[in-house]
């Protein structure tokens, strides 16, 4: 027979739950937001291996063991409150959207690498190379900007064949 106290009463108190839930949440936020943005544009096998390495990692931390359903909603819910929290922060205060979400970063500009930006995201001219042959650039010189995006995604804009290509360096460009 089923103990229908130990399913829905909670054995770990509310507040310790939420203070876990939310610690692990924004620490694993920080994290991610700092470390692996460009992987962020793509998921791949190596991708969910670390997503569920993480999320194995963060579990005790975040649960204290509980045993309870209850105890796993509420987890749950203050794991997606927080997210739901920080995209409404970000949406309202956009000096708070600069932290929360990354800015899009200028790796070419009129047709040259932006060395100093692509180590920042470590980049390789090789990485960049092949995200362009991804979307049918073969010629870096046709390239008049690329940014890497706060998804991880890389745009691309290109000169058109009547426009000059822009010699030297521009001021003020990092």
């Known amino acids: 027979m089923a103990d229908w106290g130990q399913l829905f009463v909670p054995s770990t108190p509310l507040l310790e739950t939420i203070v876990r839930g939310s610690v692990m949440y924004l620490t694993l936020f920080g994290l991610l937001r700092v470390i692996l943005k460009r992987e962020s544009g793509t998921t791949g096998v190596t991708d969910l291996l670390v997503i569920v390495l993480l999320a194995d990692a963060a579990q005790n931390g975040m649960s204290g063991n509980y045993t309870s359903i209850t105890d796993g909603v509420l987890l749950v819910s203050v794991i997606i409150g927080w997210s739901y929290l920080l995209d409404a922060v970000a949406y309202r205060w956009p000096a708070a959207a600069r ?27 090789e990485e960049l190379r092949q995200q362009l042959r991804e979307q049918g650039i073969d010629d870096i010189g046709k390239v008049r900007e690329a940014r890497m995006e706060s998804d991880g995604q890389l745009s691309v804009t290109t000169r058109t064949t009547d426009e000059p290509r822009q010699q030297g360096r521009r001021r003020g460009v990092h």
């Not at 500009?109 to 995201?121: A, C, I, K, T, V």
């Open 99 to 125: 932290l929360i979400r990354p800015g899009s970063l200028v790796l070419v500009r009129d047709g040259r690498m932006l060395h100093r930006n692509m180590r920042r995201e470590l980049i390789t001219d």
